[in-house]
């Protein structure tokens, strides 16, 4: 048996994949050496046996999500059409965590949601009050807690293909399983198929959901590197900031304590906030280095 088919990945897991073909699904592995395929992306594979497969090439993406540091990339999702950034009060989240996973949907040019589990907690009171200036910029939000109630995120999951980030602890399995009750399950088959024991949340799956979305659950994460921006195209990823490019004193501005930065000036003003602006000059210190 060997033949050419157009599959999709549905789990990355190390080295080896699970791909699906006209809803059949073949354990697989990469034909080169090179293993840059993510859950997401639309590959063509040569099936061996009615279990194997062989990945040849990837097919064009829409979008592709990543972190990179110094060392690597890491590869999150691709031809994803929206990314969940899941937060809690309880364990709290990383305000910056939170802000670069912004930035990068704004780089991959695709949706961002902000969705505030554990809303039931008295602390969310405090982490609502966190969230108000990305509101205030355009992002929206949605409020539930996944082991009541999951419909709430339903509305703003339809007809789109999303990825679920945040920290460890913020409840992506739990709203995982709420939203696809056989998650359990074919989480458990997928990983026997690949040999990897008990489940954790430690590879991307996607899985379908009932009004025509997808969901893809990523591994939790503490940080979100993003070494890989230009230095000359990190303003415009900050909503705020573009009101103020180009009105700097100096063409070149890194926003730091140059005179007559207008972005300085804003901060000042109340207009950005002091954090954001620090993002930027640390994200400007990465591009640079």
């Not at 293993?35 to 063509?44: K, L, N, Q, S």
């Not at 207008?262 to 620090?278: D, N, S, T």
Request: with cysteine; aromatic share 6%; hydrophobic share 40%.
């Amino acid at each position: 048996m060997s033949a050419s088919f157009t599959a999709r990945v549905i789990q990355s897991h190390g080295k080896g994949f699970i791909v699906e073909v006209d809803a059949r699904r073949y354990k697989a592995s990469a034909r080169r050496k090179k293993t840059d395929f993510a859950v997401g992306d639309r590959v063509e594979v040569t099936l061996l046996n009615e279990e194997q497969a062989v990945i040849e090439r990837s097919l064009p993406r829409v979008s592709l999500l990543y972190r990179s540091d110094e060392w690597k990339e890491k590869l999150i999702a691709a031809n994803v059409t929206q990314i969940a950034i899941v937060l809690a009060a309880v364990p709290s989240f990383y305000e910056e965590l939170l802000s670069r996973c912004l930035v990068a949907a704004e780089d991959a040019d695709i949706r961002a949601l902000m969705v505030l589990n554990k809303a039931d907690l008295p602390e969310t009171e405090s982490a609502r009050a966190i969230l108000q200036p990305y509101l205030k910029l355009g992002y929206p939000a949605v409020e539930l807690s996944a082991v009541e109630d999951v419909s709430p995120l339903l509305p703003f999951l339809a007809e789109q293909v999303t990825v679920f980030v945040g920290q460890s602890g913020m409840g992506k399995s739990t709203l995982v399983n709420g939203l696809v009750p056989e998650a359990k399950a074919r989480t458990a088959e997928i990983s026997e198929a690949l040999d990897s024991g008990k489940h954790t949340t430690t590879h991307a799956t996607l899985y379908k959901l009932s009004n025509g979305g997808e969901l893809i659950d990523s591994p939790g994460l503490q940080e979100f590197g993003l070494r890989h921006l230009r230095a000359d195209r990190l303003a415009v990823l900050f909503p705020e900031f573009r009101p103020f490019i180009g009105q700097c004193r100096f063409h070149n501005c890194r926003h730091d304590r140059e005179p007559g930065c207008a972005m300085i000036a804003a901060v000042e003003r109340g207009e950005i906030l002091p954090q954001r602006l620090k993002l930027i000059r640390k994200l400007y210190a990465e591009a640079t280095s």
